[in-house]
């Protein structure tokens, strides 16, 4: 009698000299849930206290990509039933992020197919991230409801000129080649090179530097051509670089090009209400002193989405019915009031996150 094994939706193992974390749910893109990120966090205090491993290796199972994000449905349901699971693995979820940038050892992602929200959290912080030909790199928040999170402010703000602005308000998705120009990746090796460049990085010298790895990889780069983004620098600094959504919608419509057109278009279906607070927060991140600060105005922000409207319906949307048809409370930009926006900048003492260290 032939018994199945099921294999958990997280691997944790060492290979070689690297400790492997294969996120394992391939049929949901290997959507990251509440457990599965208490794992990351065991996996990290596990492997760093391991002489014996000289680096850490993260990627995803199957063919679609990394991490498609959060358990959406898992959050979805919990909000619609008034239970506490978004302020629970948000919390989590955000000290291990913040935990990622600060990881002793090399932290290689390899960041192939879809890397959407919660997988850019595990991803986009490390010290060696690597994109690729199929590489599709996304924060689509403002589409459920929700702004960029997982750090994700600090890691916008951090692109040259307005480039994050622009992926953040359109949840456009980034190439590989836009991904490394918007500084949320560092090298471009293609699919193809993979398993050689991995069985490289398994056998990597007991106790290697970052810079080691750095050589490890260096012998797989390649040099992609520019992206859609990178190619329209000048447009999205000229439009995206006003402090209001109003602002920057008139920029847009005054703008003649068809780039400028299809941005505009694609913000108008978004939650209004997240195109401003994703602004907001945006702005302040521009000026914010570490991404521990981001993550804290981040969490304060994802507390007031569990409770929101906006947050069930874009999912609803999105995922569960999937009619692409989200009805937005408020509907418009002009109705979306700075008391709404506040609420979501209330100071939240009693919830606030404690960063390890």
Same mark, same amino acid.
């Given at each position: 009698m032939n018994i199945a094994v099921t294999e958990p939706d997280l691997i944790v193992r060492r290979e070689g000299?690297?400790?492997?974390? *294969?996120?394992?749910r391939p049929k949901a893109?290997? $959507?990251?849930?509440? &457990?599965?990120? *208490?794992?990351?966090?065991? $996996?990290?205090? &596990?492997?760093?206290?391991?002489?014996?491993? $000289?680096?850490?290796?993260v990627e995803g199972a199957g063919e679609r990509g990394l991490c498609a994000g959060g358990d959406i449905v898992g959050l979805y349901n919990s909000a619609r039933e008034g239970g506490d699971l978004g302020p629970v693995f948000w919390r989590e979820e955000y000290i291990v992020n913040a935990r990622i940038a600060k990881y002793a050892?090399?932290?290689?992602?390899?960041?192939?197919?879809?890397?959407?929200? !919660?997988?850019?959290?595990? $991803? !986009?912080?490390?010290s060696h991230r690597i994109v690729t030909d199929k590489t599709k790199i996304a924060m689509? &928040?403002?589409?459920?409801?929700?702004?960029p999170d997982v750090g994700g402010t600090w890691l916008l703000t951090r692109a040259p000129g307005e480039i994050g602005t622009y992926f953040a308000l359109t949840a456009e998705i980034m190439s590989?080649?836009? /991904?490394?120009? /918007? *500084?949320?990746?560092?090298?471009?090796?293609?699919?193809?090179?993979? /398993? &050689?460049l991995r069985q490289s990085l398994t056998d990597a010298p007991r106790g290697a530097s970052g810079d080691q790895v750095s050589g490890l990889i260096a012998r797989f780069v390649e040099t992609p051509a520019p992206g859609p983004a990178q190619q329209n620098q000048a447009i999205i600094d000229r439009c995206f670089a006003g402090d209001t959504i109003e602002n920057i919608f008139a920029a847009l419509e005054r703008d003649d090009s068809?780039?400028?057109? /299809?941005?505009l278009k694609t913000m108008r279906t978004k939650s209004p209400t997240s195109l401003k607070v994703t602004l907001k927060l945006l702005r302040q991140a521009r000026v914010a002193r570490s991404l521990e600060e981001c993550l804290v105005h981040e969490y304060r922000a994802a507390l007031q989405v569990f409770v929101s409207e906006d947050f069930v319906e874009?999912? *609803?949307a999105a995922v569960i019915d999937k009619d692409r048809n989200p009805k937005w409370r408020p509907a418009s930009i002009a109705e979306v009031t700075p008391e709404i926006v506040d609420r979501y900048f209330a100071d939240r003492d009693a919830q606030e996150l404690k960063f390890p260290g």
């Amino acid at each position: 009698m032939n018994i199945a094994v099921t294999e958990p939706d997280l691997i944790v193992r060492r290979e070689g000299s690297a400790g492997v974390i *294969r996120l394992n749910r391939p049929k949901a893109i290997n $959507a990251l849930t509440l &457990e599965m990120t *208490r794992g990351i966090d065991k $996996a990290l205090d &596990e492997f760093g206290a391991d002489p014996d491993v $000289a680096l850490i290796l993260v990627e995803g199972a199957g063919e679609r990509g990394l991490c498609a994000g959060g358990d959406i449905v898992g959050l979805y349901n919990s909000a619609r039933e008034g239970g506490d699971l978004g302020p629970v693995f948000w919390r989590e979820e955000y000290i291990v992020n913040a935990r990622i940038a600060k990881y002793a050892k090399p932290y290689v992602a390899f960041m192939d197919g879809l890397v959407m929200g !919660g997988g850019v959290g595990i $991803a !986009g912080h490390g010290s060696h991230r690597i994109v690729t030909d199929k590489t599709k790199i996304a924060m689509p &928040e403002v589409g459920i409801g929700f702004f960029p999170d997982v750090g994700g402010t600090w890691l916008l703000t951090r692109a040259p000129g307005e480039i994050g602005t622009y992926f953040a308000l359109t949840a456009e998705i980034m190439s590989g080649a836009d /991904a490394i120009h /918007a *500084r949320f990746a560092d090298l471009y090796v293609p699919t193809s090179r993979w /398993a &050689e460049l991995r069985q490289s990085l398994t056998d990597a010298p007991r106790g290697a530097s970052g810079d080691q790895v750095s050589g490890l990889i260096a012998r797989f780069v390649e040099t992609p051509a520019p992206g859609p983004a990178q190619q329209n620098q000048a447009i999205i600094d000229r439009c995206f670089a006003g402090d209001t959504i109003e602002n920057i919608f008139a920029a847009l419509e005054r703008d003649d090009s068809d780039f400028a057109a /299809a941005a505009l278009k694609t913000m108008r279906t978004k939650s209004p209400t997240s195109l401003k607070v994703t602004l907001k927060l945006l702005r302040q991140a521009r000026v914010a002193r570490s991404l521990e600060e981001c993550l804290v105005h981040e969490y304060r922000a994802a507390l007031q989405v569990f409770v929101s409207e906006d947050f069930v319906e874009g999912v *609803r949307a999105a995922v569960i019915d999937k009619d692409r048809n989200p009805k937005w409370r408020p509907a418009s930009i002009a109705e979306v009031t700075p008391e709404i926006v506040d609420r979501y900048f209330a100071d939240r003492d009693a919830q606030e996150l404690k960063f390890p260290g």
